[in-house]
């Protein structure tokens, strides 16, 4: 047993939190609890979920280069996300049960929990997918993106089916390349505004009004990745689907091209200031369900290209939830909200009901935070493996201690915790790989 004492929750409340490290649960939650085992004081901390991060490219099997599901793991870990979504375009790409277990076989070096999900192509095989314990169906894309995977509508319609007869979510990437626009990819490759100006916000919204419509007639779970227009997020919500927001398209916007060049480059793309702000309102006032990372590496060497050649894609597994916490620190959301937003909805939306709460009962997957303890965000400090962050001298709120199902995978050295003798540093120490598919 572990005693977590005297912490914080999300909603305010100061508990006592006793974990059963046999079993990965928690075993009680309560204003005093007698200590058994172990003990942490958790005085002036707070104590959440974990974050369930449901949208990652681990780049396993195929480009290792990148990333692989170690260092995307550890990276995970310390940033406080104990449950990721693996996308399906690797290579070979998700879309069969052959690749599905070739991907399995990987993630058993993860340090957090996992779900892998199925791919859709001309190529798919549904039957093997199905037999395979995937967790949702998607990223389907509705227009070409790292991989190539792009699907016409009626294959889409068919996926979309499927997946409702299989009781399973489908994950869209909604875009429309009909609605891109030609005269923006005749602008200079130096002119890094003009990806922006390319694949347009118009192309996003008209994608999810259609990807909702072909979804309610199927009667279909519909969750919408990385909606990076208020226009796309009300479109998602008004059509009954659920929808989530990158931070990158949260905290950056087109005004931050001169600084990143095409390392700012990814899909959808970087949008005005404007409906950056009006995004970060709808994330605020509880209209998007859930902050997933599409956390997708690449090298230095790949991104140093012009805007039209270099791949589309930034890391941010390790440092979405602290950016949310400094924005909460600073009084721009509530800590309610980061808690919904990171653990309790994205658990709802994928069916993950042992996760997502600190509640008794329910998986020990927990992440202590000194909620004070800002520090910048550098690209160095950083365990992803490509090694730089679109967020480079931005503040974040880092958690001290990272728990899966009970066991420490990440220790700052903050806390004087039974692996720990204090002195925080931004490595840390981790644990040992303990991720398991989570429909499993």
């Given at each position: 047993?572990?005693t977590?004492?005297?912490?914080?929750l999300?909603?305010?409340?100061?508990?006592?939190?006793?974990?059963?490290?046999s079993?990965?649960?928690?075993?009680?939650?309560?204003?005093?609890?007698?200590?058994?085992?172990?003990?942490?004081?958790?005085?002036?901390?707070?104590?959440l979920?974990?974050?369930?991060?449901?949208?990652?490219?681990?780049?396993?099997?195929?480009?290792?280069?990148k990333?692989?599901?170690?260092?995307?793991?550890?990276?995970?870990?310390?940033?406080?996300?104990?449950?990721?979504?693996?996308?399906?375009?690797?290579d070979?790409?998700?879309?069969?049960?052959e690749?599905?277990?070739r991907?399995?076989?990987l993630?058993?070096?993860?340090y957090?929990?996992?779900g892998?999900n199925g791919?859709?192509t001309e190529?798919w095989?549904?039957?093997?997918?199905?037999?395979?314990?995937?967790?949702?169906?998607?990223?389907?894309f509705?227009?070409?993106?790292?991989?190539?995977?792009?699907?016409?509508?009626?294959?889409?319609?068919?996926?979309?089916?499927?997946?409702?007869?299989?009781?399973?979510v489908v994950?869209?990437?909604?875009?429309?390349?009909?609605?891109f626009?030609?005269?923006?990819?005749?602008?200079?490759?130096?002119?890094?505004?003009?990806?922006?100006?390319?694949?347009?916000a118009?192309a996003?919204?008209?994608?999810?009004?259609r990807?909702?419509?072909?979804?309610?007639?199927?009667?279909?779970?519909i969750?919408?990745?990385?909606?990076?227009t208020?226009e796309?997020?009300?479109?998602?919500?008004t059509?009954?689907?659920?929808c989530?927001?990158?931070?990158?398209h949260l905290?950056?916007?087109?005004?931050?091209?001169?600084e990143?060049?095409?390392?700012?480059?990814m899909?959808?793309?970087?949008?005005?200031?404007d409906?950056?702000?009006?995004?970060?309102e709808?994330?605020?006032?509880?209209?998007?369900?859930?902050?997933?990372?599409?956390?997708?590496?690449?090298?230095?060497?790949?991104?140093?290209?012009?805007?039209?050649?270099?791949?589309?894609?930034?890391?941010?597994?390790?440092?979405?939830?602290?950016?949310?916490?400094?924005e909460?620190?600073?009084?721009?959301?509530?800590y309610?909200?980061?808690?919904?937003?990171?653990?309790?909805?994205?658990?709802?939306?994928?069916?993950?009901?042992?996760k997502?709460?600190?509640?008794?009962?329910?998986?020990a997957?927990?992440?202590l935070?000194?909620?004070?303890?800002?520090?910048?965000?550098?690209?160095?400090?950083?365990?992803?493996?490509?090694?730089?962050?679109?967020?480079?001298?931005?503040?974040g709120?880092?958690p001290?201690?990272?728990?899966?199902?009970g066991?420490?995978?990440?220790?700052s050295?903050?806390?004087?915790?039974?692996?720990?003798?204090?002195?925080?540093?931004?490595?840390?120490?981790?644990?040992?790989?303990?991720g398991?598919?989570?429909?499993?």
């Open positions: 047993m572990l977590v004492r005297n912490a914080t999300a909603d305010g409340r100061q508990v006592d939190v006793r974990i059963d490290t079993a990965g649960r928690i075993a009680g939650v309560g204003s005093t609890l007698t200590e058994s085992g172990d003990s942490i004081d958790a005085t002036g901390k707070l104590l979920p974990g974050m369930i991060d449901a949208h990652v490219h681990f780049r396993q099997p195929g480009f290792s280069h990333e692989t599901w170690e260092t995307g793991s550890k990276s995970a870990a310390a940033g406080g996300v104990t449950t990721v979504v693996d996308q399906p375009n690797t070979p790409p998700t879309v069969d049960g690749a599905f277990d991907k399995a076989d993630a058993n070096d993860s957090v929990d996992y892998i791919g859709v190529e095989d549904p039957d093997e997918l199905f037999a395979r314990p995937v967790l949702a169906l998607g990223e389907v509705l227009a070409d993106s790292t991989g190539d995977m792009g699907i016409e509508e009626d294959l889409f319609r068919e996926a979309v089916e499927r997946a409702t007869d299989e009781y399973r994950t869209v990437h909604a875009e429309d390349a009909d609605l626009s030609e005269e923006a990819w005749d602008r200079d490759g130096d002119d890094y505004d003009a990806w922006s100006a390319y694949r347009t118009e996003e919204a008209a994608a999810v009004e990807a909702v419509e072909i979804g309610a007639e199927a009667d279909a779970e969750h919408v990745a990385h909606t990076s208020p796309g997020v009300d479109a998602a919500t059509g009954g689907a659920t989530e927001v990158t931070p990158h905290f950056l916007s087109r005004d931050d091209y001169d990143l060049g095409t390392f700012g480059r899909n959808p793309p970087l949008r005005s200031e409906r950056r702000e009006a995004l970060f709808r994330v605020a006032d509880g209209t998007v369900d859930v902050v997933a990372t599409d956390h997708a590496p690449h090298t230095r060497e790949e991104k140093d290209a012009s805007i039209w050649d270099a791949p589309s894609g930034v890391p941010g597994v390790e440092t979405a939830l602290p950016l949310l916490l400094e909460a620190r600073k009084g721009n959301l509530s309610e909200r980061v808690r919904d937003l990171t653990a309790a909805t994205p658990a709802d939306v994928f069916g993950l009901t042992r997502g709460k600190v509640e008794q009962g329910l998986m997957d927990l992440v935070v000194d909620p004070d303890a800002s520090r910048e965000i550098r690209g160095e400090d950083l365990h992803s493996k490509c090694g730089w962050t679109p967020f480079e001298g931005m503040a709120v880092f001290e201690l990272t728990m899966v199902r066991n420490v995978v990440y220790d050295g903050a806390s004087e915790t039974p692996r720990s003798e204090g002195g925080a540093t931004a490595d840390g120490a981790f644990g040992d790989p303990v398991r598919n989570v429909r499993e």
